[in-house]
Every structure is written in structure tokens, then in C-alpha cells.
């Protein structure tokens, strides 16, 4: 992704300057998600060694080759995508932290979405919704590369391209909370067991899980539906903020959960928390202009 | 602006069109190995009471109208009026299409009576009938309820090596042939590649078949829930809804053995987690204590399923003697496990998946190492359950065995 570099030597405006923060907490997301895929999957296999293996009938040793090379790919990624969230750009004057960056996050969507194509293909637990659950994670960083860009219109695009994948992720969510995820249940009773509570019964923990299900697609039908109405802004704002906050609860519910172990699975789920909290800062107001203007 | 979309349309095309391609490989139409109401895949399942109860099942291609179980304490080949009870389904119904190659699926009708009050210990004969459609005889013998010794089989992951499950299959025969001591089989799950694919289960259950050697003697199946099963009602449809659908019970083998089936596809915690704490509470009685589920807690080769955290403190508290896990495709024995640490009061974990599948390279973990065991080979598990020794061997496709290893009870 190229980017223009028009107006060299002038300061950056406030609003760049809320592009780039947001592109700062996006890019530590990713990262963070790089780093989670790394180390859960030198412990363990990963779907797409699985679809290789077991779909295609490929040789064990190809699969791991093949998966093995993704992961050093990851992260290398990774390490593109990390200064970017370290250091910030300048989206007038692109400089080679930008243009690595947005290479990483490329190969990162791609990553990301071969890894949603082969869980979709092997998970038999409702399999259809994987492709929404995952968005933040496979559209997340796709969206993100337009952000670098120095045209309003191509931030607008990613701007957009994001909030479609964070309600997906949202909406999706909500339907497997609805369903009665069984995967969920055990994190309900796993905080009851770390804080020392009476455990719920399965049935009081699915209920609750419904309650999460309806605040979920509330909070996606923010995104998708405020903008049609004078209060779109706050609406939508407030959105984010929840689900940035709920994000990072939910990614940290894995942790809760397992302790060490849980934390490649935490870090896999970053994206859940920063794209809206990124979200936000693109969406701030300056003096009158708005960083961003969506019309869904 | 649509210039700028043409790369995110072209990535979801490619994943739409990489999901449609994926779906029309797989829906390729399955012919049945029967026709019309000729009664198949006769099986017998057992889950709580096995000394007195059995869920006896069989398919048919057509619904037909009255479906019957004719059985006696001694044989009458076929002759349905000698057989001294006869009784019928009381449960039929049609497999369930759950899939999106519903088009390619088979119509199967499933048939199942439960069968109680039987004696402990004692042979039953039995036919099957779907309408005027008569099944040769078969017999099969309910669970011991005193200390004799007897013999189980156990195995997973027989789900895409349909070749190497038939050969594994046949072998069960020679066994089950050979020795009365063999009382059931237990499955720790993963059947076929796609649980919820009617043409698969259907192919597993005409597979089963052969293991019933030419005396017709049925070897019932305990089953357990695998990944490949997730929430498939086709697994309930085929094994008689298991624990009342939860796929989680206890079974009474009697006061050499109690054996717990778990379901890893279900929350760990909560209701499992109790019913775990409850039924191990009511077997410190017996000799030996075993449980059976899909997804492994001491990996040969995967991540530990995040059921360790819960089930392992409580397998250790109430005195476990030994786990059964599925999913790694490898064959393991770990050292006795107590606190993560090598105790000989631990619990011993043996698996893990190698009835019909490729099988994977092991990881070195601790609990691998010797006296431990772990290699890459096709295998069955046989277990030998006296009042005072629990032997458990690993045995491959030519029936040679490939590891031992043994348990002294640790009393009451």
C-alpha cells in the first residue's frame, strides 16, 4: 500500500494526529495477536496444520513445514508491525516504520484469515459463525492499512471496513454466547472458581450468557445502525468504548481460566479490546472536525 | 471508492469460493450397505447398569411399522415363537440431517429398546425384527456384578482410516471369538471424520459389524463423546442419547471396577464437575476407579484441554486409578501422576487414539519418560480387571503387543 507524500515539513494536524494514535492502538493489537499465535501454536497444532494434514493428506512433516514457515512469517510480521505501534507514523511522510508496517499487517489479514478458513472448514461446533467471530482478527488488520494512508477517503474506507469487522466479531459472539457456547460456560464457572464463590449450575450460567448475548448485539447495533441519526456520534462512541472495555474482559477471561496457559489465548483476542479503543480515537473530535465522518 | 475495494473483494472471494469448492468435495452421494427393512447395525450399548440394562439398536433403510426384540437365556435360531420375550422399540426415528450436504445424505431409521431387568453376568439371545424382516441371531452377556475377572477393549479415533479401522475391526473379532472374558468395548470418541454426517456414521456402524464373529456374539459399546462428534445429534441418534443426552455417566462394572465417561465437548466445570465429585465419591468402594473421555489432559501430543485445571485435582483427591484420553493420534502410558509430579499413588493416563487414524510424532513431556511410554503406532487398549490387579496393554493390527503396564489396588 503506497502511500502520497504531498505536503513534507508541514506539522501534522490534530486530526492526523488521531489517525495515528488510533493506528498506534490498533498495530499493538496485532501484535499482540502475532505474539499469542506464536506461542500457542509452537505448543500445539494449529487448523491449518490440521486442514493440511488431515483434509488435504498431506505428510505430517509437510503440514508442520508449511505450518512452521507461517509462523515465522507471523513473526516477522510481528516485528514489522510492532514500531508502528511503538513509535507512530507520520501519515504525510511515510516513512519506512509506516511501509513495514504495512506489510506486517498484510501478511498478518492474510495469516489471519487462512487460520479462520481451516477452523471454519474443522470446528464442528457451529462452524457458519467463524468467519464473523474472527473479523476483528482477520479484517481488523486489512481495515488497519488504509488508516496509513494520507487520503481521507482511504482512512473513511478502513474506517469503515473496521466497524464492520468488530459488530461481526460482536454479533457472532453474541450468537455462540446465545447458543450456549460451551467453551463460555466453562469461563463463567472458571471466575467462580478463581474468586471462590459458589459455582452457578450450567442452566444459570446459559441464561446469563443470553443476558451477554443481547448486550452484544446492542452494543454491534450501535455501530451499524447510529450512524443514521444526529446522535450517530455519541451512540456509536459509547459503543466502542464498551466493547473495548468488554474485549479486554473477555480476552482476560482466558487467563482467569487456565493461568499461564491462558495467555497465548488472551493475546489472540487483543484485537477484541484495541480496534474499538482504536475505533474511538479515529472517530475524536477537533475543534469542530471530526476525525472521521462514517455513513454505514 | 471501488477501486480501492478490490482487494478486500477479492480475499472474501477467495475464502467464499475456497469453503464452496471445500463443501462440493466432500458431497459426494453414499450408498447404504442395506436396502428396505433388512434390520442393520444390530448393537448393543451399555452406559449406567450394565449388569441389568442394555440398549439394544439397529437401522433400517425404510421406517416400516413395528419394530421388535425377540430374546431368551438360551438360543432358538430365529424361530421368533420360542424366544421367551419379545418387546418393542421404544424409541424410533430418522437420523437427522444436520449438514449442508443434506442432498447427498442417506435416509437411515434408527430403532432402540431399552432392555431392563436383565441378570448379571448371563447370556441373552436375541433377533431383531422390522416388521416381518427377521435379523439372524445374535447374543451378547451383561456386566459381572461379583469380583470375577474380566476384560475390556478400548480405542479412539477410528475416523479416517476407514481401511485400518476395518482391520482393527476384524481383530476385535478374532478376540471377542476367543475370549468370554471380553465383556464390552469403550470408544473414546471420534468415530468418523464428520459426526454430524449421516453417511459417515452410517459407514462406522456397517464397520462395527465387523466385529461380531461368526457366533454373533455382540460386543456392547460404551461410548464416549470426541471432537469430531461436537454437539452432533447423530452421535446421540446412534448410541441412544448417552447419559440423557449429556454424554456424561458412570458405569457399574461390578466391585472390581468403576468407570466414569466424561465429555470434554461439554463444560467441564459446573454440572460435569459435580457429577465428577459425586460418582467418584460413591466408587471408593470398588477396586479400581477408571475414567474414559475425548480430549487429553497429559498430552502426548496436543495442548492440555482446560478440563486439566478441575478434573485432574479431583481425579487425584478421590483416588483415580486410571485415565483413558483420545484425540493426539499417538500411543502413550505416563508415569503415575500426583501434584504434576511422578507419584506411584497418582493417576496413571493411557491413549491416545489409534484405531483408524494416521498417527503423529510425541512430544517429549516429562510423564512420557520411562517407565512411561509413547510412540506413533496404530493400537487398541486391553484391559485385564482382576480384584487385585488392573493390567492395561497396548496391542497393534497383527494383535502383538506394543506396551504393558499394571495397577495394584489400593483397596477401599
Given at each position: 500500500?503506497?502511500?502520497?507524500?504531498?505536503?513534507?515539513?508541514?506539522?501534522?494536524?490534530?486530526?492526523?494526529?488521531?489517525?495515528?494514535?488510533?493506528?498506534?492502538?490498533?498495530?499493538?493489537?496485532?501484535?499482540?495477536?502475532?505474539?499469542?499465535?506464536?506461542?500457542?501454536?509452537?505448543?500445539?497444532?494449529?487448523?491449518?496444520?490440521?486442514?493440511?494434514?488431515?483434509?488435504?493428506?498431506?505428510?505430517?512433516?509437510?503440514?508442520?513445514?508449511?505450518?512452521?514457515?507461517?509462523?515465522?512469517?507471523?513473526?516477522?510480521?510481528?516485528?514489522?508491525?510492532?514500531?508502528?505501534?511503538?513509535?507512530?507514523?507520520?501519515?504525510?511522510?511515510?516513512?519506512?516504520?509506516?511501509?513495514?508496517?504495512?506489510?506486517?499487517?498484510?501478511?498478518?489479514?492474510?495469516?489471519?484469515?487462512?487460520?479462520?478458513?481451516?477452523?471454519?472448514?474443522?470446528?464442528?461446533?457451529?462452524?457458519?459463525?467463524?468467519?464473523?467471530?474472527?473479523?476483528?482478527?482477520?479484517?481488523?488488520?486489512?481495515?488497519?492499512?488504509?488508516?496509513?494512508?494520507?487520503?481521507?477517503?482511504?482512512?473513511?474506507?478502513?474506517?469503515?471496513?473496521?466497524?464492520?469487522?468488530?459488530?461481526?466479531?460482536?454479533?457472532?459472539?453474541?450468537?455462540?454466547?446465545?447458543?450456549?457456547?460451551?467453551?463460555?460456560?466453562?469461563?463463567?464457572?472458571?471466575?467462580?472458581?478463581?474468586?471462590?464463590?459458589?459455582?452457578?449450575?450450567?442452566?444459570?450460567?446459559?441464561?446469563?450468557?443470553?443476558?451477554?448475548?443481547?448486550?452484544?448485539?446492542?452494543?454491534?447495533?450501535?455501530?451499524?445502525?447510529?450512524?443514521?441519526?444526529?446522535?450517530?456520534?455519541?451512540?456509536?462512541?459509547?459503543?466502542?468504548?464498551?466493547?473495548?472495555?468488554?474485549?479486554?474482559?473477555?480476552?482476560?477471561?482466558?487467563?482467569?481460566?487456565?493461568?499461564?496457559?491462558?495467555?497465548?489465548?488472551?493475546?489472540?483476542?487483543?484485537?477484541?479490546?484495541?480496534?474499538?479503543?482504536?475505533?474511538?480515537?479515529?472517530?475524536?473530535?477537533?475543534?469542530?472536525?471530526?476525525?472521521?465522518?462514517?455513513?454505514? | 471508492?471501488?477501486?480501492?475495494?478490490?482487494?478486500?473483494?477479492?480475499?472474501?472471494?477467495?475464502?467464499?469460493?475456497?469453503?464452496?469448492?471445500?463443501?462440493?468435495?466432500?458431497?459426494?452421494?453414499?450408498?447404504?450397505?442395506?436396502?428396505?427393512?433388512?434390520?442393520?447395525?444390530?448393537r448393543?450399548i451399555?452406559t449406567?447398569?450394565?449388569?441389568?440394562?442394555?440398549l439394544?439398536a439397529?437401522?433400517?433403510?425404510?421406517?416400516?411399522?413395528?419394530?421388535?426384540?425377540?430374546?431368551?437365556?438360551?438360543?432358538?435360531?430365529?424361530?421368533?415363537?420360542?424366544?421367551?420375550?419379545?418387546?418393542?422399540?421404544?424409541?424410533?426415528?430418522?437420523?437427522?440431517?444436520?449438514?449442508?450436504?443434506?442432498?447427498?445424505?442417506?435416509?437411515?431409521?434408527?430403532?432402540?429398546?431399552?432392555?431392563?431387568?436383565?441378570?448379571?453376568?448371563?447370556?441373552?439371545?436375541?433377533?431383531?425384527?422390522?416388521?416381518?424382516?427377521?435379523?439372524?441371531?445374535?447374543?451378547?452377556?451383561?456386566?459381572?456384578?461379583?469380583?470375577?475377572?474380566?476384560?475390556?477393549?478400548?480405542?479412539?479415533?477410528?475416523?479416517?482410516?476407514?481401511?485400518?479401522?476395518?482391520?482393527?475391526?476384524?481383530?476385535?473379532?478374532?478376540?471377542?471369538?476367543?475370549?468370554?472374558?471380553?465383556?464390552?468395548?469403550?470408544h473414546?470418541?471420534?468415530y468418523?471424520?464428520?459426526?454430524?454426517?449421516?453417511?459417515?456414521?452410517?459407514?462406522?456402524?456397517?464397520?462395527?459389524?465387523?466385529?461380531?464373529?461368526?457366533?454373533?456374539?455382540?460386543?456392547?459399546i460404551?461410548p464416549?463423546r470426541?471432537?469430531?462428534?461436537?454437539?452432533?445429534?447423530?452421535y446421540d441418534e446412534a448410541f441412544g442419547w448417552p447419559?440423557?443426552?449429556?454424554s456424561?455417566?458412570?458405569?457399574?462394572?461390578?466391585?472390581?471396577?468403576?468407570?466414569?465417561?466424561?465429555?470434554?465437548?461439554?463444560?467441564?466445570?459446573?454440572?460435569?464437575?459435580?457429577?465428577?465429585?459425586?460418582?467418584?465419591?460413591?466408587?471408593?468402594?470398588?477396586?479400581?476407579?477408571?475414567?474414559?473421555?475425548?480430549?487429553?489432559?497429559?498430552?502426548?501430543?496436543?495442548?492440555?484441554?482446560?478440563?486439566?485445571?478441575?478434573?485432574?485435582?479431583?481425579?487425584?483427591?478421590?483416588?483415580?486409578?486410571?485415565?483413558?484420553?483420545?484425540?493426539?493420534?499417538?500411543?502413550?502410558?505416563?508415569?503415575?501422576?500426583?501434584?504434576?509430579?511422578?507419584?506411584?499413588?497418582?493417576?496413571?493416563?493411557?491413549?491416545?487414539?489409534?484405531?483408524?487414524?494416521?498417527?503423529?510424532?510425541?512430544?517429549?513431556?516429562?510423564?512420557?519418560?520411562?517407565?512411561?511410554?509413547?510412540?506413533?503406532?496404530?493400537?487398541?487398549?486391553?484391559?485385564?480387571?482382576?480384584?487385585?490387579?488392573?493390567?492395561?496393554?497396548?496391542?497393534?493390527?497383527?494383535?502383538?503387543?506394543?506396551?504393558?503396564?499394571?495397577?495394584?489396588?489400593?483397596?477401599?
Open positions: 500500500m503506497s502511500t502520497q507524500s504531498t505536503d513534507v515539513g508541514r506539522k501534522p494536524d490534530p486530526v492526523d494526529r488521531d489517525w495515528v494514535l488510533g493506528t498506534r492502538v490498533a498495530a499493538l493489537g496485532f501484535a499482540l495477536m502475532a505474539l499469542g499465535g506464536i506461542r500457542r501454536w509452537s505448543n500445539d497444532e494449529s487448523d491449518i496444520f490440521g486442514l493440511l494434514w488431515q483434509e488435504l493428506d498431506r505428510s505430517e512433516a509437510t503440514a508442520l513445514t508449511i505450518e512452521s514457515s507461517l509462523l515465522v512469517l507471523v513473526a516477522i510480521a510481528g516485528s514489522f508491525v510492532t514500531p508502528l505501534a511503538l513509535l507512530g507514523c507520520h501519515l504525510r511522510r511515510p516513512a519506512l516504520v509506516s511501509r513495514l508496517g504495512v506489510a506486517g499487517l498484510w501478511t498478518l489479514g492474510i495469516w489471519a484469515s487462512l487460520w479462520t478458513i481451516s477452523s471454519t472448514i474443522r470446528d464442528p461446533w457451529h462452524p457458519e459463525w467463524i468467519p464473523a467471530a474472527r473479523a476483528a482478527r482477520w479484517l481488523g488488520p486489512l481495515a488497519c492499512v488504509f488508516w496509513l494512508s494520507a487520503s481521507p477517503e482511504r482512512r473513511r474506507l478502513g474506517q469503515r471496513l473496521a466497524l464492520l469487522a468488530i459488530a461481526a466479531t460482536f454479533i457472532a459472539h453474541g450468537v455462540e454466547a446465545y447458543l450456549g457456547r460451551p467453551s463460555f460456560v466453562d469461563l463463567v464457572h472458571a471466575l467462580h472458581r478463581r474468586i471462590g464463590t459458589k459455582g452457578w449450575s450450567d442452566s444459570d450460567v446459559e441464561s446469563l450468557l443470553i443476558a451477554i448475548a443481547v448486550i452484544d448485539w446492542f452494543a454491534a447495533a450501535t455501530l451499524l445502525l447510529g450512524s443514521v441519526s444526529r446522535i450517530a456520534g455519541p451512540v456509536r462512541n459509547y459503543g466502542l468504548g464498551w466493547m473495548a472495555v468488554w474485549g479486554f474482559v473477555t480476552a482476560l477471561s482466558r487467563i482467569v481460566q487456565t493461568g499461564e496457559t491462558g495467555i497465548p489465548e488472551a493475546l489472540i483476542r487483543a484485537p477484541h479490546a484495541t480496534l474499538p479503543l482504536a475505533l474511538v480515537f479515529t472517530f475524536r473530535k477537533r475543534n469542530g472536525t471530526q476525525a472521521g465522518t462514517v455513513r454505514m | 471508492m471501488a477501486a480501492q475495494l478490490r482487494i478486500p473483494i477479492a480475499l472474501a472471494t477467495l475464502l467464499a469460493t475456497g469453503l464452496f469448492l471445500f463443501a462440493c468435495k466432500r458431497g459426494e452421494p453414499t450408498e447404504l450397505r442395506f436396502s428396505g427393512l433388512d434390520p442393520a447395525h444390530v448393543v451399555w449406567e447398569s450394565p449388569q441389568s440394562e442394555a439394544i439397529w437401522s433400517t433403510a425404510e421406517v416400516g411399522s413395528e419394530h421388535r426384540v425377540y430374546f431368551d437365556r438360551e438360543p432358538h435360531n430365529g424361530r421368533l415363537d420360542e424366544y421367551a420375550e419379545s418387546r418393542p422399540t421404544t424409541r424410533d426415528g430418522i437420523f437427522t440431517r444436520t449438514t449442508r450436504t443434506d442432498a447427498e445424505q442417506p435416509t437411515v431409521h434408527y430403532h432402540h429398546l431399552e432392555l431392563e431387568g436383565l441378570a448379571p453376568s448371563t447370556t441373552y439371545w436375541l433377533v431383531v425384527a422390522s416388521d416381518r424382516h427377521v435379523s439372524r441371531e445374535f447374543h451378547f452377556t451383561t456386566a459381572p456384578d461379583d469380583d470375577r475377572p474380566f476384560r475390556l477393549l478400548s480405542g479412539s479415533d477410528s475416523r479416517s482410516r476407514p481401511d485400518r479401522r476395518r482391520t482393527m475391526n476384524r481383530l476385535i473379532a478374532d478376540q471377542v471369538e476367543k475370549s468370554d472374558a471380553i465383556v464390552a468395548f469403550l473414546g470418541g471420534d468418523v471424520y464428520h459426526g454430524h454426517e449421516i453417511a459417515e456414521m452410517a459407514q462406522w456402524l456397517s464397520d462395527w459389524e465387523m466385529t461380531i464373529p461368526q457366533s454373533g456374539r455382540l460386543l456392547p460404551v464416549t470426541g471432537n469430531h462428534e461436537g454437539s452432533s445429534v447423530v447419559g440423557d443426552g449429556q456424561y455417566f458412570a458405569t457399574d462394572l461390578g466391585p472390581n471396577l468403576g468407570l466414569v465417561t466424561l465429555n470434554t465437548e461439554s463444560a467441564a466445570e459446573g454440572d460435569q464437575l459435580e457429577f465428577l465429585r459425586t460418582t467418584l465419591g460413591t466408587m471408593q468402594t470398588k477396586a479400581f476407579r477408571i475414567a474414559q473421555y475425548h480430549q487429553a489432559l497429559y498430552p502426548a501430543v496436543k495442548k492440555p484441554h482446560p478440563a486439566r485445571e478441575v478434573w485432574v485435582p479431583e481425579f487425584e483427591r478421590q483416588r483415580l486409578d486410571l485415565a483413558m484420553e483420545s484425540d493426539g493420534h499417538a500411543l502413550k502410558r505416563t508415569v503415575p501422576i500426583l501434584e504434576d509430579k511422578q507419584d506411584d499413588k497418582g493417576v496413571v493416563y493411557i491413549g491416545e487414539g489409534g484405531y483408524g487414524v494416521n498417527q503423529r510424532a510425541t512430544r517429549s513431556h516429562w510423564y512420557l519418560e520411562e517407565p512411561g511410554f509413547a510412540a506413533s503406532q496404530i493400537h487398541l487398549w486391553q484391559l485385564t480387571v482382576t480384584p487385585e490387579r488392573l493390567t492395561m496393554e497396548a496391542f497393534n493390527e497383527q494383535g502383538e503387543t506394543l506396551d504393558r503396564g499394571e495397577r495394584a489396588t489400593r483397596g477401599s
